[in-house]
């Protein structure tokens, strides 16, 4: 769904703003309105740099924090 809206690559995604993809993905219709982009081009970033130890650390950290807050 992002490469058809011109986000093919980690790096164009890391350009992107979490508002633009938050609008893509509402436009993009029910099944995917229910993700949330915040951290998305920041990990995008790190994807692109190709700092995977960072990613995981990110993504780690992410999801220690999704667990506390349920």
């Known amino acids: 769904m992002l ?5 093919a690559t980690f790096a164009a995604l890391a350009e ?3 508002e633009h993809v938050r609008t893509l993905l ?3 219709g029910r099944s995917f309105a229910v ?9 995008a970033a790190l994807a692109a740099k190709d700092d ?3 990613l ?7 999801k220690g924090v999704a667990s506390a807050s349920n």
């Open 56 to 62: 995981k650390a990110m993504q780690a950290n992410l």
């Open 35 to 43: 993700s949330n982009p915040t951290t998305w081009p920041a990990q």
């Open 16 to 18: 992107a703003s979490a």
């Open 3 to 7: 490469a058809t809206s011109g986000i």
């Open 26 to 28: 509402l436009a993009a």
């Open 52 to 54: 995977m130890d960072a």
